[in-house]
């Protein structure tokens, strides 16, 4: 996503930089220094923009973006390539994968499960 892309997303979810600071543990100028181009965005911090902005799985009808919190793993590239081939072996992307079986292994856990 480009810096325009996010600030519209914020703007079309209702979401402040002050609350995307607060979700990615960054400081409010921080995240103001990103969107004036002072510095790039953190590839990690991108991608957790991204999933907060654009969840890969639909989340239920009363979900709103307040309630998503991402997440952020770091990975060998060997486990990394051996998630990629798993996901892409069940015909999903990396992230809808990881979160399925994230999501798999806390049934029980679960409200409903």
């Known amino acids: 996503m480009t810096i325009d892309e996010i ?3 914020l703007k079309a979810q209702g979401i402040k ?3 995307l600071a607060e979700r990615l543990r960054v400081s409010p100028g921080t995240v103001n220094n ?8 953190p590839a990690a911090k991108l991608e957790l923009i ?3 902005l654009n969840p890969p799985l639909t989340p239920a ?3 709103t973006t307040e309630d998503l919190v991402p997440i952020g793993i770091i990975l060998t590239r060997t486990e990394h390539a051996a998630a990629a ?18 999501l798999h292994g806390c049934r029980g856990y679960l409200p409903g499960s």
């Open 61 to 63: 009808p009363e979900t």
């Open 17 to 19: 930089r002050g609350a």
């Open 85 to 102: 081939q798993a996901a892409q072996a069940a015909g999903q992307s990396l992230h809808d994968y990881a979160r399925q079986m994230l």
């Open 34 to 41: 990103w969107f004036s181009g002072g510095r790039a965005i």
């Open 50 to 52: 991204e999933l907060m």
């Open 7 to 9: 600030k519209h997303a």
